[in-house]
């Protein structure tokens, strides 16, 4: 497929909606596991204009950063620890309106406000979590976490 995303005007939900199929293209016939999270943090990026979207990986029990799109980001999270440690501990997608109300969240960037983090399970354990950040307040609803975690199921059976 050509490597340009095609991206629609319309509600959060249409604009996933077209994404999907066209993640699906771009990293569907790919298995690398780098290339392929490179490519999904960059399309979201890209089609909704996110602070920061990245991978963290579960290595030797802690979360070692991945590829992600945006500012520089710290290398490396505590089990349990920040939005993401805590994802990660409770195999769960945290949405967080106000970073600053969230006890314990990490700041790698004081002009992030609101996170959503998707774990990804595979064999029924957290291997990595998508970390999504937003400079505005609040960003992030059930819509997101709807295709974000239909996005993170479908990746982990490719990566
Ligand atoms: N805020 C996250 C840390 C990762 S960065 O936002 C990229 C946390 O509290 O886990």
């Not at 064999?123 to 950040?133: P, R, T």
Request: glycine content about 6%; some cysteine; aromatic content about 10%.
């Amino acid at each position: 497929m050509s490597e340009e995303l095609s991206i629609i005007q319309g509600s959060k939900k249409e604009q996933y909606q077209s994404l999907i199929p066209q993640i699906k293209a771009l990293i569907g016939g790919e298995t690398d596991r780098i290339a392929n999270c490179a490519n999904f943090t960059a399309v979201l990026k890209e089609a909704f204009h996110f602070f920061w979207v990245g991978f963290y990986f579960v290595k030797e029990n802690e979360l070692v950063l991945g590829p992600f799109q945006g500012p520089i980001a710290c290398t490396r999270i505590q089990k349990g620890k920040g939005v993401c440690g805590t994802s990660w501990v409770n195999n769960e997608v945290l949405i967080v309106d106000d970073v600053d109300a969230f006890p314990g969240h990490i700041a790698c960037s004081s002009l992030s406000k609101s996170e959503i983090v998707v774990p990804l399970v595979k064999n029924g354990e957290v291997f990595a979590i998508l970390d999504v950040d937003s400079e505005e307040l609040a960003t992030f609803d059930d819509i997101d976490k709807q295709y974000l975690t239909e996005l993170c199921e479908w990746l982990v059976t490719i990566i």
